[in-house]
């Protein structure tokens, strides 16, 4: 079955389950219904902005139940397309967003039955894997796993700003013109993480230029020196509007304690008050605040679903060769064996090279399977996320055969990643 705009079906006698068009009516339909749960008004403008402007939004899918007798949208899930890059490999992947249900509604398992066909999109589509931000706990019942930070947050009392000035270096908003500068500024940064989202210069175009402050769109600014840009910044509010986010590449000295400043004077914080801010700790910003007393405080981590781990294996095959080709294991023969306890991975080396990938759906047999991690926990490892001892410290059941660790951790090291959304 074909599943694109347009598609619906009957659920049962009340309620039927659709993908959304471009009606217009319908596209306010689903607005009210995210007003209703998530209680933000500035999802009126950014939804239809979604829709409208979002430069792969022929992609985008918006799936959602209807109460037919009631004649109203009351559950919605939205897939949104993305690339992930691992080292040098492009993964096709979507973004879960605008999940949610009427208060009056909840507890008839709608979003597992969006779910179900948010899986059979990602399958006919080849995307290879679902992240999502999420509300806590409740995507581990979709098969979801925390990978990856997301938000760090760090506090720093306004006093410890220095009040160092640059003569030579000016902030100003980004235009039209700085985006093959941002890109690239971008692209330079992230190529040192081994997992980190790639936009194309539309989607830099709709992320950075929007101008508005708030907390699903930002503004943008350029460091520059005697008119030549140096460096950006992307400046908003968190997703939960508590506290300013900063996006921004490595920073220089000065270009930190400008922009410390800055946030200082369009808070119009005083010295006796404590900032908030969310930046990722793997920035020189987060370290350099570090050193002038800040204090980390929560965190909390992108969640993740690979929903057919032959196609993600077979996707990274490369990866997993070369980490093999520079090892001790260099030529190996041998059929290695990943369990989820459900399902069990062969990857059938022969001389270094991977010939065969298969799944059995079994429960492992341990004295010749070489990995046993339960159910989306093995993301965490086979994204680079904790390594096998981090895990089975917490995860006691996730166990790997002694003669079979340090191939395994060869060929699953951790990597620190950084990943972006377009949201």
């Not at 405080?297 to 080709?325: A, D, H, M």
């Not at 079994?362 to 989306?376: F, G, K, R, V």
């Not at 996320?385 to 191939?407: C, F, G, H, P, Q």
């Amino acid at each position: 079955m074909e599943y694109g705009r347009g598609y619906s079906e009957k659920i049962d006698d009340h309620f039927s389950i659709h993908i959304a068009t471009e009606n217009e009516e319908e596209l306010k339909a689903i607005v009210n219904l995210n007003l209703k749960v998530h209680q933000k008004e500035v999802l009126e403008t950014y939804i239809p902005h979604i829709f409208l402007v979002f430069p792969r939004r022929s992609e985008m899918l918006c799936l959602y139940i209807k109460d037919d007798i009631e004649n109203k949208i009351v559950s919605s899930i939205c897939l949104i397309p993305s690339e992930w890059q691992i080292e040098n490999i492009t993964l096709p992947v979507c973004e879960m967003e605008f999940v949610g249900t009427l208060e009056e509604y909840r507890g008839k398992g709608f979003i597992k039955i969006l779910n179900k066909l948010y899986e059979d999109v990602i399958a006919q589509n080849d995307y290879i894997l679902s992240f999502i931000k999420g509300i806590p706990h409740f995507y581990r019942s979709l098969g979801y796993e925390y990978i990856s930070s997301l938000d760090e947050r760090i506090t720093i009392p306004t006093s410890n700003i220095p009040n160092e000035k640059s003569k030579d270096l000016n902030i100003r908003l980004a235009n039209l013109d700085d985006i093959p500068f941002i890109e690239s500024k971008y692209t330079q940064f992230h190529d040192n993480f081994y997992i980190f989202t790639k936009f194309d210069s539309e989607c830099f175009k709709f992320m950075y230029l929007n101008n508005q402050f708030n907390s699903e769109v930002r503004s943008t600014y350029i460091f520059d020196e005697s008119g030549i840009a140096k460096n950006y910044f992307s400046f908003g509010m968190s997703y939960d509007n508590q506290n300013y986010e900063i996006i921004c590449p490595d920073l220089t000295r000065n270009e930190m304690i400008a922009l410390l400043q800055f946030i200082k004077t369009m808070g119009n914080y005083t010295d006796d008050d404590i900032i908030t801010l969310s930046i990722s700790e793997h920035s020189s910003l987060y370290s350099f605040i570090k050193t002038l007393g800040g204090k980390p405080i929560s965190t909390y981590g992108w969640q993740v679903k690979i929903p057919n781990l032959k196609k993600f294996f077979n996707l990274i095959k490369e990866i997993i060769e070369k980490r093999v080709k520079y090892s001790e294991f260099k030529g190996l023969t041998k059929t290695i064996r990943i369990s989820n306890y459900h399902e069990t991975i062969l990857l059938d080396f022969i001389k270094g090279k991977i010939e065969k990938i298969e799944t059995v759906k079994e429960h492992p047999n341990p004295e010749i399977t070489d990995l046993m991690i339960p159910e989306a926990v093995l993301f965490k490892l086979i994204l680079g996320d904790r390594t096998i001892d981090e895990i089975n410290y917490i995860v006691k059941d996730a166990i790997v055969n002694i003669a079979s660790k340090l191939l395994i951790e060869v060929l699953f090291p951790k990597k620190v990643s950084l990943l972006s959304s377009y949201l």
